[in-house]
């Protein structure tokens, strides 16, 4: 772990904390996930251990700062497990395993959807919510949220095209970045 993956770890924190103040202003933080896009990002451009420490810090420090998300009910504590999935399969499954963008981003959103699925399904109850059978809250999260996960399968891989030719500037320990989506080195 590099000063500059801690750094841009940190910048990533940032970004999951200001992003969701500027969709919860014009009412659309739930739709589209905003939180989750500075997370998978880390994932990808820190890899697995960074992203998966900006995937448990980002809605503790988010829910403290700012309110978002709730710590009651327990949104924020189960987001902490979703995220820290996310940017942990991300850069598991890009970085560690070298497969491609949309393989490693699709296979972490699943990896974190199910974690906050079986968690909404163990924990909401134990907080006075009705028992609702295990695939509720994770068909639930996708449903509502469909526009951000839409975002997240547009937006990830079109940020990583886009610092594709930067990417030895940002971290000089990566030869390469591939059309795929996955680096060599």
Do not use: N
Request: charged share 10%.
């Amino acid at each position: 772990m590099t000063t500059r993956k801690l750094a841009f770890g940190a910048l990533f924190i940032a970004l999951a904390i200001l992003l969701p103040m500027m969709f919860h202003a014009v009412g659309l933080g739930k739709v589209f996930l905003p939180m989750h896009i500075p997370v998978l990002l880390a994932g990808f451009f820190c890899g697995p251990v960074v992203g998966m420490l900006v995937g448990m810090v980002s809605p503790l420090l988010s829910a403290f700062l700012t309110g978002m998300p709730p710590l009651m009910p327990p949104v924020a504590q189960m987001m902490v497990f979703e995220l820290a999935l996310y940017g942990l399969l991300t850069g598991l499954l890009y970085e560690k395993l070298h497969l491609g963008g949309y393989v490693s981003l699709i296979g972490a959103m699943i990896g974190g959807r199910v974690a906050y699925g079986i968690l909404g399904y163990l924990v909401l109850p134990l907080f006075g919510f009705e028992k609702v059978p295990l695939w509720a809250p994770l068909v639930g999260a996708i449903g509502q949220s469909l526009p951000g996960v839409i975002i997240q399968l547009v937006g990830v891989p079109l940020v990583l095209s886009l610092c594709r030719r930067d990417w030895r500037v940002l971290f000089p320990e990566k030869r390469s970045l591939t059309a795929g989506g996955h680096h060599h080195g």
